[in-house]
C-alpha cells in the first residue's frame, strides 16, 4: 500500500513538474512584442520591403521564399529550426535586429497601402531545376552505329534548399527534383533503358549532401572501348557545390557509376 501511494505521489509530482515548466516557457515568449511586429516591414535605408507578418509567420517579398514560423524569447527572434538573432531595438515601428553575419539590419513597419496591397507572397513557388528536356544524338564506334537519348523529367519530389536572403537571414527555398533517363540502341536493338533518381547515387555522393541536393543534368559524354559515357550532375540549388559522377553503359548493356569530381 506504502509502494502504491509512493507511485502516485511521484507521478502527480512530475506532472505538477511538468505543468509548472510549460507554464515558465509559456512566460518566456513575449506576446507583447510578437503583436508589435504584425505588419510590413521595409528596409529604413533601401525601402525595400523585407517581410510581412502575419500572426506567428513571417512571410518574405521575394516569391521563392518559404513563410517561416517564429517566437519571440527575451531579446531574440527565434525560428522553429532553432535559428535565433539578438533583437536590438523594437517598438510599433521599428524593428532592428543582428543577422548571422553581425550586421544590425533596421526595418521600418509601412502603412503604405499600395506596397501593403501589392505584398501578397503567401504561397510561393515551388522552383523547376532543368536544363534541356531531351537530348539524343547517333554515334560511330568500331564500325557500329548506336543511337541514345537523355529525357530529363521534372517530378513533385521536393527538395528544401537553406540559404541566406539579403537581410542575412535563413530561408527556405523549395525545388522539385528530377528523375533522368537513358536509352542506348545498337540499330534496332535496345542495350540499356533505365530511369535514373538521385538516391542511386548514395555510397558515391555522400548522403547529407544527396539529402539537399537535386539531380541538376545528366550529358553524354564520350565513346570508348568500354562503351558509352554520360556525366550525372547532382548539385545543391543556387550554389557552387556539385558532385560529377560518370554513367557508363556498355555494349552489353551493362551499367556502372564512378565519382568524377
Keep these: 500500500m506504502k509502494r502504491q ?32 511586429l504584425q505588419g510590413v516591414w521595409v528596409d529604413k535605408e533601401s525601402g525595400d520591403v523585407s ?49 548571422q553575419n553581425g550586421d544590425v539590419i533596421k526595418l521600418e513597419k509601412t502603412d503604405d497601402q499600395d506596397i501593403t496591397e501589392e505584398f501578397t507572397n503567401d504561397t510561393p513557388k515551388i522552383m523547376t531545376y532543368t536544363h534541356q528536356v531531351k537530348t539524343d544524338s547517333v554515334i560511330s564506334y568500331n564500325g557500329e552505329r548506336y543511337h541514345w537519348y537523355i529525357a530529363i523529367n521534372p517530378t513533385k519530389f521536393k527538395v528544401v534548399n537553406r540559404t541566406f536572403n539579403d537581410d ?8 522539385y527534383d528530377n528523375i533522368m533517363h537513358i536509352s542506348v540502341f545498337k540499330g534496332g536493338q535496345q542495350l540499356y ?12 555522393v555522400p548522403s547529407e549532401f544527396l539529402t539537399e ?5 545528366m550529358e553524354y559524354s564520350h565513346a570508348d572501348a568500354a562503351g558509352l559515357h554520360f556525366n550525372a550532375t547532382l548539385c545543391i540549388p543556387d550554389g557552387a557545390s556539385c558532385y560529377l559522377v560518370e554513367t557508363l553503359i556498355s555494349y ?6 564512378k565519382m568524377i569530381e
Design 5 to 36: 501511494l509512493l507511485i502516485i505521489l511521484t507521478v502527480v509530482f512530475l506532472v505538477g513538474c511538468s505543468r509548472q515548466q510549460t507554464k515558465v516557457e509559456e512566460v518566456q515568449e513575449s506576446r507583447e512584442a510578437k503583436a508589435m
Design 51 to 99: 517581410f510581412r507578418v502575419k500572426g506567428d509567420t513571417i512571410f518574405y517579398a521575394d516569391t521563392t521564399s518559404m513563410p517561416a514560423y517564429f517566437k519571440i524569447v527575451g531579446d531574440s527572434l527565434v525560428f522553429a529550426s532553432g535559428t535565433k538573432y539578438g533583437i536590438e531595438k523594437q517598438t510599433e515601428h521599428l524593428f532592428w535586429f543582428k543577422n
Design 168 to 175: 542575412g537571414v535563413e530561408v527556405e527555398n523549395v525545388y
Design 193 to 204: 533503358s533505365s530511369d535514373f533518381r538521385k538516391q542511386q547515387y548514395n555510397g558515391i
Design 213 to 217: 541536393a537535386i539531380f541538376a543534368n
Design 252 to 257: 552489353k548493356g551493362q551499367m556502372t557509376m
